[in-house]
């Protein structure tokens, strides 16, 4: 069974959904894939505000097996370090009025940008199938800074992996990022990367396969009009391995 996801847009819908299958659809930058629509709540940027015993509500959907369950998290950030935090993700199972905490994640970063004090922070409104008991959920990080030489733009990527029994972060990447010189001026060159995910047919130790396309561009600029542009595709595979996804064996970087 080939599933395609449509992993990560720049701008989520802020409309709840139920989770129900969808065709693929047209989002720029990205490969199609078969997704669940999923409920999605609203994730605070200003995290340093956020007080330690504050749980912020984050996804709701259904599981394969049909266990219903729900994720909050609750961020830790110090003006010291504004460009870290610690997050403990919390899934919860709910039944008939009653919720029964499962298990819990803890990761760094997981809402900052080495870019940006206030990075633009995202979970996806879709979700991907990994096998029969799995789905994971992807939450994008968004950042910009304009004072470097090169103005520098990057969007990273957590896949987030829930099953009957655990939460965990499999997957760590960014989606692109870009620098451009010259920025705001009549001739700009700029170049950049970006990364696409599709699940293959192949499992490794039980687990879809996920085949990255890489997307290696430089482009010219002048007066708002491109003057030229080169691409170079570079294709591999994240096979599961250890509680995370990593890169195959024997591939060229």
Not at 42 to 54: F, G, L, M, V, Y
Request: glycine share 4%.
């Amino acid at each position: 069974m080939n599933k395609y996801i449509y992993s990560f847009l720049f701008i989520m819908t802020m409309v709840f959904f139920a989770c129900t299958e969808k065709q693929p659809n047209s989002i720029p930058q990205q490969d199609s894939m078969d997704t669940d629509t999923i409920m999605v709540g609203n994730d605070t940027q200003e995290t340093d505000k956020i007080s330690a015993d504050t749980l912020e509500y984050c996804i709701k959907d259904t599981l394969q097996t049909g266990e219903k369950f729900y994720i909050k998290s609750k961020i830790i950030s110090t003006k010291e370090d504004p460009y870290n935090d610690t997050t403990t993700l919390y899934l919860y199972h709910y039944d008939n009025g009653e919720d029964k905490l499962i298990d819990t994640a803890i990761i760094e970063g997981f809402y900052s940008s080495s870019l940006s004090d206030y990075p633009e922070c995202y979970w996806l409104d879709t979700c991907f199938i990994l096998n029969d008991t799995t789905k994971a959920y992807g939450h994008t990080v968004y950042g910009s800074n304009s004072s470097y030489a090169d103005h520098l733009i990057s969007k990273n990527v957590y896949f987030i992996a829930v099953t009957p029994h655990s939460i965990n972060y499999i997957f760590y990447d960014f989606l692109s990022h870009t620098s451009c010189r010259d920025y705001d001026s009549g001739h700009d060159d700029c170049e950049g990367i970006e990364n696409s995910f599709k699940t293959a047919d192949t499992k490794t130790n039980g687990y879809y396969d996920i085949v990255v396309t890489q997307k290696n561009w430089q482009e010219v600029l002048k007066d708002g009009e491109k003057y030229s542009a080169s691409d170079t595709v570079l294709t591999y595979t994240l096979v599961y391995k250890n509680g995370k996804y990593v890169k195959k064996e024997g591939q060229k970087d």
